[in-house]
């Protein structure tokens, strides 16, 4: 659906993406109606959908939304829970209703129903997941796309879009291409620019995983915070304070006077005569020399405490 123009060639930053993303990658078993849209098949019996005729089934997808003139008549679903969010993003991107989760039977052909629509162009992640709003679509007359697998069955489809529709990155990635390339279509972003949107935006993440994510994060953030608490020391505060006058910064206590009486006098007098001749005593000249003792010498016998004589024990 190129038609041969450079602008709408698959370039090949798109290529890599579809590489990346495993959009090439079918399954093992093949539909009949399929065949048309595989390139070869592995030796471990994975068949390889060709990327080219991806491209040209997603510009031609990409010009039946841009023909409906109210972008909210363009309804988008997906059951799975791998293409949930992409649809949520792309429906915030294009304008176009989306129903995320189940589908509830009747929406299409119950006019009593209070969900009740009337689209004019159905888009869904899986043919055989969302077969309830195709065969509801086929009764009222609503033209059909779908992201097909190699083993996705096309009955009610009317415009197969293949690609692996089974791996969560593959889905975001194809849902955001054709968003991308409905923008384009419509002049709401130009083609010599990149999309500032990411395709990771359209990618599912398990509640699980995030979970964890977060859990190791705010792990990280702790430990952290422990390992700056070991090493590094508070900050001294050496600001010296600011005193305008020294002679005011330091208070002396008052010290009352004490009156003692007039006899306490003479005998303060006394107690220092007394103490006088002690300080003579002890006042000694350590300058002059004194007499060496002979210790050599026997010592003399001395009268005992006992009242008698030494007595000669031997």
């Not at 994510?213 to 050496?238: C, H, I, L, R, S």
Request: aromatic share 10%; net charge negative; proline share 6%.
């Amino acid at each position: 659906m190129s038609g041969g123009l450079d602008v709408l060639q698959m370039k090949e930053e798109d290529v890599l993406k579809f590489l990346a993303a495993g959009t090439h990658l079918g399954g093992t078993n093949l539909d009949f109606q399929m065949e048309q849209y595989v390139y070869k098949r592995k030796s471990d019996g994975v068949y390889i959908v060709n990327l080219k005729k991806t491209w040209e089934k997603l510009l031609l997808a990409a010009r039946a939304i841009v023909a409906i003139e109210n972008p909210a008549d363009v309804c988008v679903i997906s059951s799975r829970n791998t293409g949930q969010r992409a649809v949520l993003k792309f429906a915030s991107g294009t304008g176009a209703t989306t129903f995320a989760g189940r589908f509830t039977p009747g929406t299409f052909t119950n006019q009593i129903q209070a969900a009740f629509r009337e689209p004019r162009l159905l888009i869904v992640t899986d043919p055989r997941a969302d077969h309830q709003p195709l065969t509801e679509a086929s009764y009222v007359n609503i033209p059909t796309i779908a992201l097909c697998n190699t083993d996705a069955p096309l009955r009610y489809v009317d415009i197969a879009i293949p690609c692996n529709n089974k791996g969560h990155h593959s889905v975001g990635l194809m849902w955001w291409m054709l968003a991308r390339e409905v923008l384009r279509m419509r002049g709401t972003i130009s083609r010599e620019h990149p999309w500032e949107v990411m395709p990771d935006l359209y990618f599912y993440r398990d509640p699980e995983e995030i979970e964890k994510e977060e859990q190791a994060a705010a792990e990280k953030a702790v430990g952290k915070e422990e390992f700056q608490g070991e090493w590094t020391a508070p900050v001294a505060d050496f600001a010296q304070p600011e005193v305008a006058d020294w002679s005011e910064g330091v208070q002396v206590p008052s010290v009352p006077i004490q009156q003692f009486p007039a006899g306490l006098e003479t005998t303060a007098a006394s107690v220092a005569a007394k103490a006088a001749p002690a300080a003579e005593v002890y006042a000694e000249d350590w300058s002059a020399q004194t007499a060496t003792e002979d210790w050599s010498a026997a010592p003399t016998a001395q009268a005992g405490d006992w009242g008698g004589a030494t007595a000669d024990w031997s």
